[in-house]
């Protein structure tokens, strides 16, 4: 299938793009999961990665993050290209993946989470915490990007889903990552809760310039968060389109129109 995105969506300029990948592939075994993927994503796009189940979205999403190596391709962050080994190393260049249990530790504070593995401390006889501070730029940081919690002192298990996940990328941003990799943020979460979220990617993105790859199965989400769509089917790129150029019923029928095609495959393979 052809890529159907508009030129515009197509041929950007280079100093505007954050992360671009050219012919990533991997396999499996036998099994092909990446046929070579060409993606770009822009400083303060928040990119909707969308396919059906075994299309390659979470293993594209793992090279991304370093969990996985490609087996061929390229990647380039601010054009210049890296080899992402490790979780740590892509890191390093800004890339952070915000998983759906969200690594939150529950029966620590929010402060404590936003500074998990990377706390204050001063030397002396012994190494102490340096709380105060930390409670301090805890909430200077969450007041910058409008997140509201009861208090940097709550326990995580204490907030409700929409702010555990607020914390979630508060956690991310303040480690300065400028790529965020989000799994279904909006997960089992209500109109009120979800709302919260949005509200945050938007900000992030619009405000403090941080460019987002959401994979969710929900068009409705994708349509709230999303500036634009990339469709990920075989392995393949197959659609490129601004959110505000398509609408639900078109990505809808692209869909159901490769499920059947797929079946009909399918059934023409066990009939051989």
């Keep these: 299938m052809s890529?159907?995105?508009?030129?515009?969506?197509?041929?950007?300029?280079?100093g505007d793009i954050i992360l671009r990948t050219e012919g990533i592939t991997k396999r499996f075994g036998a099994l092909i999961v990446l046929r070579g993927i060409?993606?770009?994503?822009?400083?303060?796009?928040?990119?909707?990665?969308?396919?059906?189940?075994?299309?390659?979205?979470?293993?594209?999403?793992?090279?991304?993050?370093?969990?996985?190596?490609?087996?061929?391709?390229?990647?380039?962050v601010n054009e210049h290209e890296v080899t992402l080994r490790s979780v740590?190393?892509?890191?390093?260049?800004?890339?952070?993946?915000?998983?759906?249990?969200?690594?939150?530790?529950p029966a620590l504070t929010v402060y404590q989470n936003l500074f998990l593995n990377r706390e204050l401390t001063r030397f002396g006889r012994l190494k102490w915490l340096r709380n105060n501070e930390m409670r301090k730029l805890a909430r200077q940081y969450l007041s910058d990007i409008k997140v509201d919690v009861p208090s940097v002192d709550a326990l995580?298990?204490?907030?409700?889903?929409?702010?555990?996940?607020?914390v979630a990328l508060a956690r991310a941003t303040r480690q300065e990552a400028k790529v965020l990799l989000l799994d279904e943020p909006l997960a089992a979460m209500g109109a009120k809760e979800s709302a919260l979220v949005i509200e945050l990617v938007k900000d992030l993105s619009h405000n403090h310039g941080v460019s987002m790859i959401v994979?969710?199965?929900?068009?409705?989400?994708?349509?709230?968060?999303?500036?634009?769509?990339?469709?990920?089917?075989?392995?393949?790129?197959?659609?490129?389109?601004?959110?505000?150029?398509?609408?639900?019923?078109?990505?809808?029928?692209?869909?159901?129109?490769?499920?059947?095609?797929?079946?009909?495959?399918?059934?023409?393979e066990l009939a051989n």
């Design 3 to 14: 890529d159907t995105g508009t030129p515009e969506t197509r041929n950007t300029e280079a």
């Design 38 to 76: 060409d993606i770009h994503l822009r400083r303060g796009e928040v990119l909707g990665l969308v396919g059906d189940n075994g299309s390659g979205k979470s293993t594209f999403v793992k090279i991304l993050c370093g969990f996985h190596r490609a087996d061929s391709g390229h990647i380039f």
């Design 88 to 105: 740590q190393e892509a890191r390093s260049h800004g890339i952070e993946t915000v998983y759906q249990d969200l690594a939150l530790v």
């Design 156 to 166: 995580v298990e204490t907030l409700s889903g929409g702010q555990r996940q607020a």
């Design 215 to 268: 994979i969710d199965h929900n068009y409705t989400h994708l349509f709230e968060l999303c500036d634009r769509l990339n469709v990920l089917q075989e392995g393949q790129i197959t659609y490129d389109q601004r959110v505000k150029d398509t609408s639900i019923e078109e990505l809808t029928e692209l869909m159901v129109a490769d499920y059947r095609r797929r079946v009909s495959v399918g059934r023409t």
